[in-house]
Antibody, heavy 119, light 110 residues
Framework: EVRLVQSGAEVKQPGEPLKISCEAS????????IAWVRQMPGKGLEWMGI????????TYSPSFLGQVTISADKSISTAYLQWRSLKASDTGMYFC????????????WGQGTLVSVSS | QSALTQPASVSGSPGQSITISCTGT?????????VSWYQQYPGRAPTLIIY???KRPSGVSSRFSGSKSGSTASLTIAGLQAEDEAAYYC??????????FGGGTKLTVL
């Protein structure tokens, strides 16, 4: 089973940049997809976007396009989610999740990274 | 891209069966056989319990089953157990090659 390990909790101020990570424990990193999912406090899951680390092709939800950047470094089996300038409304838990090459589901999830943005 | 529609909460007694609905459009649920369901306990990451509308991953109890009719998918949990108390989310692939989640349903086992 693929294991996804995310970077630790972050406390930031509005306007600061941030990059969080998701490391996969498998050689199949470049033959699967990594998605990012937001969960705001007390709310539901929101699909943000997905990357194919094999060629770094990305697709974003219209709600998140231009708000975040998804990237990957296949040499270290790690995907990233970054913000150029955080807002208080970016506060939430962020999960990475793996989608298999031929499937359209998310079978493995990271433990989540809590991002807190406050002045 | 609107979230899929799920009831906010459902409840049932141990041993009973419950069904959670997930309503979308022809651009997502109704257009593809790519609905999946996730279980999430408080403070934990979601886990996959149903994929491709009806399939169960290895290790998931056979008490969980999925179905779809038109643009509405459903998750049924038979023989409710206390451990089933959690939040449940549906998700669907969409015509825009993105995914959309439902708003989530909180299951209470009475």
């Amino acid at each position: 089973e693929v294991r996804l390990v995310q970077s630790g909790a972050e406390v930031k101020q509005p306007g600061e940049p941030l990059k969080i990570s998701c490391e996969a424990s498998t050689d199949s990193f470049t033959t699967s997809y990594i998605a990012w999912v937001r969960q705001m406090p007390g709310k539901g899951l929101e699909w943000m976007g997905i990357i194919y680390p094999g060629d770094s092709h990305t697709t974003y939800s219209p709600s998140f396009l231009g708000q975040v950047t998804i990237s990957a470094d296949k040499s270290i089996s790690t995907a990233y989610l970054q913000w150029r300038s955080l807002k208080a409304s970016d506060t939430g838990m962020y999960f990475c999740a793996r989608r298999p090459m031929i499937g359209k589901w998310f079978g493995s999830w990271g433990q989540g990274t809590l991002v807190s943005v406050s002045s | 891209q609107s979230a899929l529609t799920q009831p906010a909460s459902v409840s049932g007694s141990p041993g009973q069966s419950i069904t959670i609905s997930c309503t979308g459009t022809n651009n997502d649920v109704g257009g593809y056989e790519y609905v999946s369901w996730y279980q999430q306990y408080p403070g934990r990451a979601p886990t996959l319990i149903i994929y491709d509308v009806t399939k169960r991953p290895s290790g998931v109890s056979s008490r969980f089953s999925g179905s779809k009719s038109g643009s509405t998918a459903s998750l049924t949990i038979a023989g409710l157990q206390a451990e089933d108390e959690a939040a449940y989310y549906c998700a669907s692939y969409t015509i825009s090659t993105t995914w959309v989640f439902g708003g989530g349903t909180k299951l209470t086992v009475l």
